[in-house]
């Protein structure tokens, strides 16, 4: 062998060092956990549990923070240490990594730490099906660590009743009938803390299913069912009888088919398909840009004032090729619900107008910070008191025709709430009391790899026709949250009802174009029907609500660049964010354009239509004076063009007059 040279025993260095730098540290570096089990006392929402680490080599380390449904964070970084983490859940594994080497990309040992509650409830089964005026058996079984508890119950929503006291114990129960029964487990005596919940529900065991939930138009559709009759609801309103246990339904006409399943004239279950055009459906939270923005808007007083107004909002919505709006209520907002109802209805009909339809989301915020009617141990009570708030609502929105589906609680939270799993019970009383239609009942999941299993639980024999998953910055949580619930609801069309980062400044309006173009892109991937963004404008109040720190995709009259990313997947303008002039084409019906500008002057539309051979026809909209801040041409002027006979495509140009310097920051059109 020859001598190495210079340069090779420098390459055996440099591969040396690069090895110790990447390579899994040696035993010395360790990190460990004071407990991992950790048991809350009666009431505490979290635990805490102590970390230490240590490393072999004096190195700087990092220790990161993992939970399910939620991406990794950086907790501390230094070379030995301990602290306390403060936020284990019941239910949730916690894992502490020791990151280290170049990035910190290597993880050199993991601890896991969960918390407990104090108490627990099972039974033998939690679903049964009866005959009419039938009771069921099943077997309770309780256990605390504590002195003593007692176990309270509540069937339909009636006052809860005792029905042991003891530390820990078991039952026999004979009495469970049709409907949601409801046991929850108290420490002390007198109904202290909220250790668990348990819900039982009865029905007759009829099921009904299709076999995807989702299809496209022209697609076949197969729907199954076992017990009762089944009925084909038809798109104007008449029902035919099925028979053989399963039938082919037709996906031309409505968006929505649902099949009811009667037993002696009564509903007792159903089964509903999702039918899409070539888009599916895309649109925003919508919060008007006013002081009032929190649904004090639809007062008596204000919405007289605001009615324009949100009529423009919608044709902007409109224009963007959004189809959906999702509006939100809460019972502290609520202040006179049946005027509020009134005037959201006409919200509706403004919509439905527009080709948009409304998804209303009940925002129960009392659920988990009290403010009750009564006692808060009769939360029962209040389920029931919930559900009439709701269906003030729905009652007034029903005869519009304008909702596609109503979310009987947004972002439920199962054990992860104050009181453990108290939600997903409280969604199952509320399923019973509603009045939303089969076929347009929702739910929206807060975790959803944490919460999904106790709501899905909760509701068996309950069917949901939508359910909803959030997301905001962290997008790989899309790619199992989606999958994960439609594992756990397989019968529902899961969907992103919320998506949004906040944009207060120039880099950030970048991150958030750049969010969007990513979660579009996800959402695309999954085959998810139906995404709306969180939300249409900017909060314009000073200061602004915590939770809507710039997240729109407008702002007073200027786009976003977000909106332009929007605006160019669902809109007949393909690069709506930056187009100053575009030619579509297009089908017959009534053709709205809008363009978000600035300048210094005056500026028109021209739209331009074409027939087959390219004869033409130009109509000019009105001019409008802009500015420097920007102007949102259909907040100030309309733009609708009834298209005429024959017209195939259009021309849509933004006319600068004179000597008007123009920026356009979006050019958009709908055929509605």
């Given amino acids: 062998m020859g001598r190495m040279s210079i340069w090779g025993k420098a390459l055996v260095l440099a591969f040396a060092l690069v090895a110790t730098l990447v390579a899994p540290a040696h035993a010395s570096n360790q990190i460990t956990v004071s407990a991992q089990e950790v048991t809350l006392a009666p009431g505490q929402s979290s635990g805490s549990v102590d970390v230490t680490w240590r490393t072999g080599g004096n190195q700087v380390v990092q220790i990161w923070i993992r939970e399910p449904g939620k991406a990794a964070k950086l907790w501390r970084q230094d070379v030995n240490g301990s602290a306390s983490w403060p936020y284990l859940y019941a239910g949730t594994t916690t894992t502490f990594e020791l ?17 407990k509650l104090p108490g627990q409830l099972s039974a033998s089964r939690t679903h049964l099906a009866l005959a009419p005026g ?11 660590t504590l002195s003593d508890a007692q176990v309270w119950v509540s069937h339909n929503g009636n006052p809860q009743k005792l029905y042991a006291q003891g530390p820990s114990g078991k ?6 009938s049709r409907g949601t029964t409801v046991f929850t487990l108290w420490s002390g005596t007198t109904q202290e803390h909220l250790l668990d919940t348990l819900v039982v529900t009865a029905d007759s065991g009829a099921t009904a299913t299709f076999d995807k939930p989702t299809v496209k138009a022209g697609e076949t559709a197969t729907v199954r069912w076992s017990g009762g009759e089944a009925r084909l609801v038809n798109d104007d309103g008449s029902e035919t009888v099925l028979s053989g246990g399963s039938a082919a339904v037709g996906t031309q006409g409505a968006d929505r088919k649902v099949v009811r399943i009667y037993e002696g004239g009564q509903v007792v279950s159903h089964a509903s398909l999702t039918i899409l055009g070539n888009n599916g459906w895309a649109g925003f939270n919508y919060l008007p840009e006013h002081e009032k923005r929190y649904q004090e808007y639809l007062e008596d007083t204000t919405w007289p004032q605001v009615r324009d107004q949100v009529s423009k909002d919608f044709d902007v919505m409109a224009s963007a090729g959004g189809t959906i709006a999702r509006i939100v209520l809460w019972p502290e907002k609520s202040t006179n619900a049946a005027a509020q109802a009134r005037n959201l209805a006409d919200l509706g009909t403004i919509a439905k107008q527009r080709g948009i339809r409304l998804v209303i989301a009940f925002a129960n915020s009392w659920l988990t910070n009290p403010n009750w009617q009564s006692d808060r141990t009769k939360w029962a009570e209040f389920a029931i008191t919930s559900a009439d708030w709701m269906n003030t609502y729905i009652a007034a929105l029903e005869p519009t025709d304008s909702v596609l589906y109503y979310d009987l609680q947004n972002e439920t939270s199962g054990v992860r709430g104050r009181q453990p799993n108290i939600q997903s019970a409280y969604v199952a009383m509320v399923y019973d009391r509603t009045a939303a239609p089969r076929g347009k009942r929702g739910i929206s999941v807060m975790h959803a790899s944490t919460d999904g299993a106790d709501l899905a639980e909760a509701l068996v024999g309950k069917p949901m026709d939508f359910v909803d998953v959030h997301a905001y910055s962290n997008l790989d949580l899309l790619d199992s949250a989606v999958p994960g619930t ?8 899961v969907i992103v009802g919320e998506f949004g980062k906040s944009a207060p400044d120039a880099q950030k309006e970048r991150e958030q174009a750049d969010y969007t173009r990513q979660t579009l892109q996800t959402v695309q991937n999954l085959q998810v029907p139906l995404v709306m963004a969180w939300e249409l404008y900017d909060d314009p109040r000073t200061p602004p609500h915590p939770n809507s720190i710039a997240f729109g995709q407008l702002t007073k009259d200027r786009a976003k660049p977000a909106f332009g990313v929007l605006c160019s997947r669902w809109s007949l303008v393909a690069d709506c964010g930056t187009a100053r002039e575009a030619t579509i084409k297009v089908r017959p019906g009534t053709l709205v354009t809008n ?3 600035r300048g210094n002057g005056t500026a028109r539309l021209v739209i331009t239509e074409f027939d087959q051979n390219g004869r033409e026809t130009t109509t000019l909209t009105e001019p409008v004076e802009i500015g420097a801040a920007g102007l949102n041409y259909l907040r100030h002027k309309p733009s609708d063009v009834r298209l005429q006979a024959g017209t195939t495509s259009v021309r849509i140009a933004v006319q600068a007059e004179n000597s008007t310097l123009l920026q356009v920051d979006a050019l958009t059109a709908s055929i509605r």
């Fill in 171 to 176: 039952g026999h129960i004979t009495w469970i």
């Fill in 134 to 144: 039938a009771t069921g058996e099943i077997d309770l079984n309780w256990v605390t």
């Fill in 486 to 493: 439609r594992q756990k609801f397989p019968a529902s069309t």
């Fill in 595 to 597: 363009a978000i500008m």
């Fill in 99 to 115: 990151r280290g080497g170049p990035n910190f990309a290597t993880i050199l040992a993991t601890a896991n730490s969960r918390a």
